[in-house]
């Protein structure tokens, strides 16, 4: 079963560059990405704050503010139908049915004057056509699904009324109501206590091998990365800078940036040894001053010449496994 699923692609992203026009001129939040995603996989993205990650997202549901945000080019393409030239009816009919979405901080996307139940049952009567009793019931049973216990009494509660993973798997509910084909987490473990965290991610895990669903996992946390995903994509200033099987990546890193991402994760040696662990020396620049070249030269510890004057296109240094990183285009 999970074979067949691999071999059916439920996204492809080509080309994607969303751009915010502001009064300080254009920001390239996201600039030529390409990455797709099969039936029952995990495709993991990475990278600092800043770096497009979330926008990404928001394009492939359509939910960035327009003005002043467009796609200004490339296609996203769910199983068979282009998205970007779909109109608003035509897109409302996927979001939250086709493909859900887990917003970042659960507090702020859940409305708080509505109990949670009422807010599970919306998307379930909009895009399901159940009865007002068939959404209850769907919501209660998709309460339980999560792991909330006594899902009856929850269902009338309020957010405030909840704690922070209980409000994330109302959240997590919600996204997987109407049992959607990609599953889009962003951040779904920020700010959550490390068993909360674990707990989430098995439930993410049981919920795929038990739907199918392909899912989207945004985070800047590698190690959440490394015990979910089969794939990862390593984002900087809105470009894919590495791509691959998450074992290659970890096992033998090729963009400077991964290495200082994988360089910053507390490890075993690293703590008996009390080491400092490696920092990425810099900020993410500014999307209105980008720098010349390679955007990540101005903080890489093996910038060369070149690295300054030309924009590096995606090497494959080993099958299957890109980066776009001079050291290997030479």
Same mark, same amino acid.
């Given at each position: 079963?999970?074979? $067949?699923?691999?071999?059916?692609?439920?996204?492809?992203?080509?080309?994607?560059?969303?751009?915010?026009?502001? %009064?300080? &001129?254009?920001?390239?939040?996201?600039?030529?990405?390409?990455?797709? +995603?099969?039936?029952? %996989?995990?495709?993991?993205?990475?990278?600092?704050?800043?770096?497009?990650?979330?926008?990404?997202?928001?394009? +492939? *549901?359509?939910?960035?503010?327009?003005?002043?945000?467009?796609?200004?080019?490339?296609?996203?393409?769910?199983?068979?139908?282009?998205?970007?030239?779909?109109?608003?009816?035509?897109?409302?009919?996927?979001?939250? !049915?086709?493909?859900?979405?887990?917003?970042?901080?659960? @507090?702020?996307?859940?409305?708080?004057?509505?109990?949670?139940?009422?807010? $599970?049952?919306?998307?379930?009567?909009?895009?399901?056509?159940?009865?007002?009793?068939?959404?209850?019931?769907?919501? $209660?049973? @998709?309460?339980?699904?999560? &792991? $909330?216990?006594?899902?009856?009494?929850?269902?009338?509660?309020?957010?405030?009324? *909840?704690?922070?993973?209980?409000?994330?798997?109302?959240?997590?509910?919600?996204?997987?109501?109407?049992?959607?084909?990609?599953?889009?987490?962003?951040?779904?473990?920020?700010?959550?206590?490390?068993?909360?965290?674990?707990?989430?991610?098995?439930?993410?895990?049981?919920?795929?091998?038990?739907?199918?669903?392909?899912?989207?996992?945004?985070?800047?946390?590698? &190690?959440? +990365?490394? %015990?979910?995903?089969?794939?990862?994509?390593?984002?900087?200033?809105?470009?894919?800078?590495?791509?691959?099987?998450?074992?290659?990546?970890?096992?033998?890193? !090729?963009?400077?940036?991964?290495?200082?991402?994988?360089?910053? +994760?507390?490890?075993?040696?690293?703590?008996?040894?009390?080491?400092?662990?490696?920092?990425?020396?810099?900020?993410?620049?500014?999307?209105?001053?980008?720098?010349?070249?390679?955007?990540?030269?101005?903080?890489?510890?093996?910038?060369?010449?070149?690295?300054?004057?030309?924009?590096?296109?995606?090497?494959?240094?080993?099958?299957?496994?890109?980066?776009? !990183?001079?050291?290997?285009?030479?």
């Amino acid at each position: 079963m999970d074979e $067949i699923l691999q071999q059916l692609l439920f996204l492809k992203v080509e080309g994607l560059k969303t751009y915010f026009d502001t %009064e300080q &001129g254009v920001v390239k939040a996201v600039d030529g990405v390409d990455f797709e +995603i099969s039936g029952g %996989e995990t495709l993991g993205v990475v990278g600092e704050s800043g770096c497009g990650k979330s926008v990404t997202a928001l394009s +492939i *549901m359509r939910l960035f503010p327009s003005p002043p945000g467009r796609i200004a080019g490339g296609k996203i393409w769910f199983k068979d139908r282009e998205l970007t030239g779909l109109n608003k009816k035509e897109m409302r009919a996927i979001r939250g !049915c086709q493909i859900g979405m887990i917003f970042q901080e659960p @507090m702020t996307s859940l409305n708080p004057v509505y109990s949670v139940g009422d807010q $599970i049952m919306e998307a379930v009567r909009l895009h399901q056509n159940l009865s007002k009793s068939g959404a209850k019931d769907r919501a $209660i049973q @998709m309460l339980g699904e999560v &792991g $909330i216990a006594s899902p009856e009494r929850r269902f009338h509660e309020y957010p405030h009324q *909840m704690s922070g993973g209980m409000r994330q798997r109302v959240m997590i509910a919600m996204a997987l109501s109407c049992n959607p084909s990609l599953l889009i987490a962003d951040e779904p473990t920020t700010a959550l206590y490390v068993t909360i965290q674990a707990q989430i991610l098995e439930l993410m895990n049981e919920l795929k091998r038990k739907f199918g669903t392909a899912i989207m996992f945004i985070t800047h946390d590698l &190690g959440v +990365i490394a %015990e979910t995903a089969r794939r990862v994509i390593v984002m900087y200033a809105g470009k894919i800078v590495e791509q691959g099987k998450v074992e290659n990546l970890f096992e033998n890193p !090729c963009h400077p940036y991964t290495q200082g991402l994988l360089g910053s +994760i507390p490890s075993d040696r690293a703590i008996r040894e009390k080491s400092r662990l490696t920092e990425i020396k810099g900020m993410v620049p500014s999307l209105l001053d980008l720098p010349g070249g390679c955007l990540f030269h101005p903080r890489c510890p093996k910038k060369m010449e070149i690295c300054g004057q030309k924009t590096p296109v995606l090497f494959e240094p080993q099958p299957g496994h890109r980066v776009a !990183c001079w050291l290997f285009g030479r």
